[in-house]
């Protein structure tokens, strides 16, 4: 169901200093950056290997990232895995007992569609499924 790991989502609260803090300690470039208003973010990803480090900043307090930013501060977010058909992929997962957040796909950045599964059913790790643009 799942191809490999597309990306890890850092929660960060000053996204360019943060782009600034890769680019020059670890040597990461930043490849896109996207406003995803359906998620209430700023988006940045940074080009590792065949997958990205996207930095995600909140647009206002009371998004999601917002309130764990709030809560728990800069740091790990979620991680995501590729799919090619993340439809069926969501309903294996659902079969398979996994507490979903979204119960269909939503637009995701650069035009993918993606979905999160609730902490609650996958050990306490936020995980989206991501589908690429074709
Ligand atoms: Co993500």
């Known amino acids: 169901v799942f191809g490999r790991i597309d990306h890890i989502g850092v929660a960060v609260d000053d996204l360019d200093g943060a782009v600034a ?10 490849q896109h950056r996207e406003r995803i208003e359906e998620f209430g973010v700023d988006a940045v990803l940074l080009e590792i290997g065949d997958g990205h480090v996207e930095l995600l900043a909140p647009l206002s307090a009371d998004s999601g990232v917002g309130r764990f930013l709030e809560s728990r501060g800069p740091g790990l977010h979620h991680v995501a895995y590729q799919t090619d058909d993340i439809d069926s992929a ?28 609730h902490p609650k059913s996958t050990g306490g790790v936020l995980t989206e499924l991501v589908e690429p643009a074709h």
């Open 90 to 117: 969501l309903e294996s997962v659902r079969a398979a007992g996994i507490e979903l957040i979204d119960d269909s796909p939503r637009a995701g950045i650069r035009s993918s569609r993606v979905a999160f599964l």
């Open 21 to 30: 803090h890769y680019r020059d300690r670890l040597g990461m470039r930043e």
